[in-house]
């Protein structure tokens, strides 16, 4: 169900109502003065009104009855939620695989390598003569398997 907002000319109260489509024709009388009220652009819905009214569950996961931007917002704050435009939604906003490695203090292949050589006292080039290469690579495997 659509929500309509209808003011009153005569004391400049508006209020948002919930109701059919069929039903935003149908008279209606202000709740402050008693005046008859009309139907107001539904594009002023979003300007210069604080008051909203809705029930979401999706902020703090029970249902809560937001009234007001500023209380939607506090709320959003308390409860880590970002709110975001419907442009936004559509924006991927996965991480690069690098952001994600630079986040969890993972190096790249290279600099790995290096720092697991270097910590178990093995050469990071192993050497070209096949003997001494095969020492290499055993006390490697070694040393890397000792804990397993
Ligand atoms: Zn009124």
């Known amino acids: 169900m659509p929500q309509y907002r209808f003011g009153c000319d005569s004391c400049g109260s508006d209020v948002l109502v919930w109701c059919m489509r069929e039903e935003r024709t149908l008279p209606r009388d202000c709740g402050t003065c008693g005046k008859p009220m009309r139907q107001l652009a539904p594009s002023r819905i979003h300007l210069n009104c604080d008051r909203l009214d809705f029930v979401t569950a999706d902020i703090t996961g029970v249902p809560v009855r937001i009234q007001t931007k500023a209380q939607l917002n506090k709320l959003c704050e308390a409860n880590g939620v ?56 055993k006390r490697t495997i070694e040393l890397l398997t000792a804990g397993a």
């Open 82 to 137: 970002r709110r975001v435009s419907s442009d936004e939604v559509g924006q991927n906003k996965r991480k690069s695989i690098e952001d994600i490695a630079r986040a969890s203090g993972v190096g790249d292949l290279k600099s790995d390598c290096e720092r697991t050589a270097q910590a178990l006292g093995v050469p990071l080039t192993l050497p070209t003569d096949p003997a001494e290469w095969k020492k290499v690579v």
